[in-house]
Nanobody, 125 residues
Framework: QVQLLESGGGLVQAGGSLRLSCAASGVTFGNYAMGWFRQAPGKEREFVAG???????RYANSVKGRFTISRDNAKNTVYLIMNNLKPEDTAVYYC???????????????????WGQGTQVTVSS
């Protein structure tokens, strides 16, 4: 049974940084593309960053240059380093996994197979 567990969220001031982690269990982690999404109150879940099985990354325009996604297959973990955080980054952040081999990270929620429970990120102004 696949389980994804996010951690690292919290309250931070604008301009600050956080590192989110997503630990996977029940999978051969290297076989999965991984994605980070976020959902703010009253808004749809949106793509933030993704990384393929081969390590190709992709970012939403709103976070490009500020966020970095990486993976450690030996630790079954994907990370999202978030720098220069802004109040508009406030949301629940979710990680997701996709078994289908991906040449580029997918940005739509419907193609991901498994989801974590989410971790809250709040950026104060």
């Amino acid at each position: 049974q696949v389980q994804l567990l996010e951690s690292g969220g919290g309250l931070v001031q604008a301009g600050g940084s956080l590192r989110l982690s997503c630990a996977a269990s029940g999978v051969t982690f290297g076989n999965y593309a991984m994605g980070w999404f976020r959902q703010a109150p009253g808004k749809e879940r949106e793509f933030v960053a993704g990384i393929t099985q081969g390590g190709i990354t992709r970012y939403a325009n709103s976070v490009k240059g500020r966020f970095t996604i990486s993976r450690d297959n030996a630790k079954n973990t994907v990370y999202l380093i978030m720098n220069n955080l802004k109040p508009e980054d406030t949301a629940v952040y979710y990680c997701a996994s996709r078994y289908t081999y991906s040449y580029v990270p997918a940005t739509t929620t419907g193609v991901y197979d498994y989801w974590g429970q989410g971790t809250q990120v709040t950026v104060s102004s």
